[in-house]
């Protein structure tokens, strides 16, 4: 199955998933934000991806597509998983289509543009005139769930609408917003080549000079240029242990770095991606993959440790019971000496209740008190050694 969600986009999970109807092809629709109005004699300045992001994850999420999309430094968030739907369409009672709806697929674009917008001095008639940064990944990432690289009503070029409820319900392929039946708005007006990559027939590629420099939240976690914590730390060690480290000069440490990023495209890359899917900066799949699950904030329970100590041990190789609260106990009891790094694995099994009686003997408790099995006390100290809270 393809990747429910872009890889390298920014998560921005707003919930309210449903599904799409399966009886039309698959599609994708073209949208601009087209947040202001302007002219060739009067350019305004470019809305931010910030504010567009903002808008639709606050007070604009009845009116949220499943990406959104800066085709000046390619950066992309996600608000749907691409089998729901999202919202960016009218789709009234009349229409005989749930026009968000209608299709295996229906994923929704919107880049943050307007005409003649400007952007760091130059000023932009359309679309296809900004560097389409990240237009590749995209493309490649929705022509995966099947839509084909057609444009049943034709590729926009203007700001006209054509629209025909016929093709829309019988051909798959990409949409203008201004093709879609019982809407009203004749965006975008143009679109990149869905056959060259990135930009238009006239505009080169954008040149990546140096390593990928933006975050993304990952189950509320901050990975790329910047981002600080445990788990920064965590797969940094994973790199090294998969032979992806070669970028570091000193190791890897709690604060992401561009060597981070560069082994982490060298990563990416062993996993098949390329172009901006393989920037340097962790997607949900890839970073699953590395880790066998996703970290999580800095809390465990005295009650899952339990629930996991007393299953995984006798469970299949591998068993994962709360496995983000293990790998933070693991971790800390590595960065104490009593457990080995290629253990960090989100399973409480044998050798970590060793490491984990290890430690209760190093906090002064002595026969069964020293089972491996984490108590209250025990585990309070390691956490304030370690940076974690403990709840019950």
């Not at 920014?10 to 599904?19: C, N, R, T, V």
């Not at 899917?277 to 949900?284: K, N, T, Y």
């Not at 694995?345 to 490491?355: L, P």
Request: charge should be negative; proline fraction near 9%; hydrophobic fraction near 35%.
């Amino acid at each position: 199955m393809p990747e429910l969600w872009l890889p390298g986009a920014e998560i921005h999970d707003l919930g309210d998933h449903a599904p799409t109807d399966q009886q039309y092809p698959p599609k994708a629709i073209a949208h601009i934000t087209w947040d202001r109005n302007a002219t060739a004699a009067a350019p305004q300045d470019w809305c931010s991806y910030e504010d567009l992001v903002g808008y639709f994850t606050g007070s604009g999420s009845g009116a949220a597509p499943h990406l959104v999309w800066d085709p000046f430094s390619g950066r992309t968030a996600q608000l749907f998983p691409a089998d729901s739907r999202s919202k960016s369409l009218l789709s009234p009672a009349q229409s005989p289509t749930r026009t968000n709806r209608a299709g295996r697929v229906v994923i929704q674009i919107e880049a943050v543009f307007f005409p003649y917008c400007r952007y760091q001095g130059g000023v932009y008639p359309r679309l296809v005139d900004t560097p389409c940064a990240g237009w590749d990944r995209i493309h490649a990432w929705i022509s995966s769930w099947g839509v084909p690289d057609i444009w049943p009503m034709g590729r926009p070029t203007d700001f006209s609408g054509n629209r025909d409820e016929r093709i829309w319900e019988a051909a798959g392929g990409w949409y203008a917003h201004a093709h879609v039946p019982y809407n009203d708005h004749t965006d975008p007006g143009s679109w990149p080549d869905l056959l060259i990559g990135p930009g238009s027939p006239n505009i080169p590629p954008p040149q990546q000079s140096e390593p990928a420099r933006y975050q993304v939240s990952i189950n509320g976690l901050p990975y790329g240029y910047g981002a600080q914590g445990y788990q920064v730390t965590v797969v940094g060690r994973a790199l090294v242990s998969h032979g992806f480290g070669d970028h570091y000069q000193s190791g890897p440490g709690p604060n992401w770095t561009d060597a981070d990023t560069e082994n982490y495209a060298d990563y990416q890359g062993s996993l098949g991606y390329s172009g901006q899917a393989a920037d340097g900066i962790p997607g949900e799949s890839s970073l699953r993959r590395l880790l066998g699950y996703l970290p999580a904030q800095r809390t465990v329970s005295v009650s899952h440790l339990l629930a996991a100590a007393g299953t995984d041990p006798g469970a299949a190789q591998g068993h994962l019971t709360y496995p983000a609260e293990v790998a933070m106990v693991e971790q800390a009891l590595v960065d104490e000496g009593l457990l080995d790094q290629r253990w960090v694995d989100g399973s409480f099994g044998t050798r970590t209740v060793s490491a984990y009686a290890a430690w209760q003997r190093r906090c002064g408790y002595e026969g069964g008190a020293a089972d491996g099995i984490p108590g209250q006390a025990s585990l309070h100290q390691l956490g304030a050694a370690h940076g974690f809270a403990v709840t019950d």
